[in-house]
């Protein structure tokens, strides 16, 4: 069982800056693909970015040239750097872990889940 705990979320005014984290514990993590996925209230859970064991990085459209995905894979850690925030960004993030990269904006190829960082952008 791998253990997926998120931080850094909170309250932005819009066009601010958030960077999300989070730490991996219960198997080699760089053996992991992983993702950052978002869900606001009323809607479905939705894909956000994802970062290969290798690094090779995926973004939604919506996110692109905004968000940044990486990793440290001495630290066992996933980062979510967010620049230029709007207030649609607001959700609960979630991070991700799946074994393979071969659908990595779908919810279903993810075998581990951490519960959640509120994200706010206030307009």
């Known amino acids: 069982q791998m253990q997926l705990v998120e931080s850094g979320g909170g309250l932005v005014q819009a066009g601010g800056s958030l960077r999300l984290s989070c730490t991996a514990s219960?198997?080699?993590?760089?053996?992991?693909?992983m993702a950052w996925f978002r869900q606001a209230p009323g809607k479905e859970r939705e894909f956000v970015a994802a970062?290969?064991?290798?690094?090779?990085?995926y973004s939604a459209d919506s996110v692109k040239g905004r968000f940044t995905i990486s990793r440290d894979n001495a630290k066992n850690t996933v980062s979510l750097q967010m620049n230029s925030l709007k207030p649609e960004d607001t959700a609960v993030y979630y991070c991700?872990?799946?074994?393979?990269?071969?659908?990595?904006?779908?919810?279903?190829?993810?075998?581990?889940w951490g519960q959640g960082t509120q994200v706010t952008v206030s307009s």
């Open positions: 991700a872990a799946d074994r393979t990269f071969t659908r990595p904006t779908s919810r279903v190829s993810y075998d581990y």
């Open positions: 219960g198997h080699t993590f760089s053996n992991y693909a």
């Open positions: 970062i290969s064991w290798t690094g090779y990085t």
